[in-house]
């Protein structure tokens, strides 16, 4: 990976193939979480450019670094599209990089394209305040010198019995990685400035925006999901059948299926493109199931009144919530 000088940090980052930008920000803990996405064949069409946020991987955060805002990470995120020289790109956003990803474009709508939030955290919410509480021993385990068992805890918590394992076969080292990276998270992530974001900031963001969610997260990422339909009444919804949290390590093609389908519905120029939207329309709809480690495709009854379905494993449809405002602070 290549390393840019950015904010007072210095982010490791890199840039896979050619096409439309699009920006990945990856959550709490795994730096290279977001990896599976980059090399699905669904998204080689667009130019890939993924990094690891201060304090993470190959990142630096400042020796002193105290409780770090979401609005500085987002700072970050718009110094290394400088740094690439990238004017306007897709950002794809997960869990506290959902919730970089929306400062961002509310910061800089120009530069934002899109807006593709998989698990966005809102702890404001009624089960954020419980998801607070459940991470609170483990707080206590990190400050008594447990980084190893906090850190897991944390991924047990998100993810399912399972977690270990699906981190192992997409990240290898993203567990270990993790916990060496434990005082970037418990330090300067867990304790930073709740966010005022809101409709006000909302109001400046107009770019179109997915939310990509597991059928089996938990209710704080089923309620992220109403937050963001009061904010934007014509979000996009993806559903990914059979994924926690750690969707996008869990079901990478399913995950990138569902963000090309968004994307070229709505950004395609080309008549290859085109002729691809108009196939795609004929598609029949398909859930994807996983069994005995393959996900199998089968044929739905048919997609809901008024939904566009993608094929492998995430539906497409549109969903409105009615409006109302609230703070929220996002970082699992």
Known sequence: MEHAKVNGVELEYEVVGSGEPMLLIHGAHIADALQPLVAEPALERFQRIR???????GSTRPVDAGPTSVAVEAKDAIGLLDHVGVDRA???????GGAIALEVAAQHPARVASLVLLEPAFLTTPAGA???RAVAPLTERYEAGDAK????GFLALVGDRNWRATIEQTVPDGIAQAV?????????????PTSTFGLEQAAAITCPVLSVLGSRSSPLFVEGRHLLHAWFPACQDADIVGATHLLQMEAPGPVAAAIAAFLLARFSRCAECELAGRQRAKIESY???RAI????????LGPAPGSDRSPEGGHIRSTHWPRHSGAWNGWA
């Open 90 to 96: 897709h950002v794809v956003g997960h869990s506290l």
């Open 51 to 57: 990094y690891h946020r201060r304090g993470l991987g």
């Open 293 to 300: 480690g393959a996900w199998i495709a089968t044929p739905l």
């Open 287 to 289: 859930r994807v199931e």
């Open 180 to 192: 060496k990276d434990a005082a970037t998270f418990f330090e300067t992530e867990l304790p930073g």
């Open 149 to 152: 068992g906090a850190v897991h």
């Open 130 to 132: 419980a998801f607070a």
